[in-house]
């Protein structure tokens, strides 16, 4: 189980206890997470779940894949450094804390 709070591109910020094994993408959606919606469901093909992962977490997630790349080059607003799809992040209790910020 890990806290992840998610500060959100309205000025919002949501917090929610996640259980492990659980997506971020899929833990947003159930907190109501202004920002993301997961159109695809988590199959990678959307990029309606991405996020900015907060500098101080980056390396405990790691880099996108190759193919999650490639759906970042797309995303509306541009990506950043730390641009991830939540899809393709697991909660795990190494990222308990974790911080993320939506983009609009």
């Not at 997506?23 to 469901?41: K, P, T």
């Not at 804390?97 to 983009?103: A, S």
């Amino acid at each position: 189980m890990a806290n992840v709070t998610w500060k959100c591109f309205d000025g919002t910020t949501v917090s929610a206890e996640v259980p492990n094994g659980v997506s971020l993408m899929e833990a947003a959606v159930n907190a109501n997470v202004a920002g993301i919606y997961g159109d695809c469901g988590g199959a990678m093909s959307c990029a309606t779940c991405h996020v900015v992962v907060d500098e101080e977490w980056y390396a405990k997630v790691g880099a996108p894949s190759a193919m999650e790349e490639d759906l970042l080059e797309m995303v509306p607003g541009g990506r950043t450094p730390r641009s991830r799809l939540s899809c393709q992040i697991r909660v795990s209790d190494e990222l308990d804390g974790i911080v993320l910020e939506t983009v609009a």
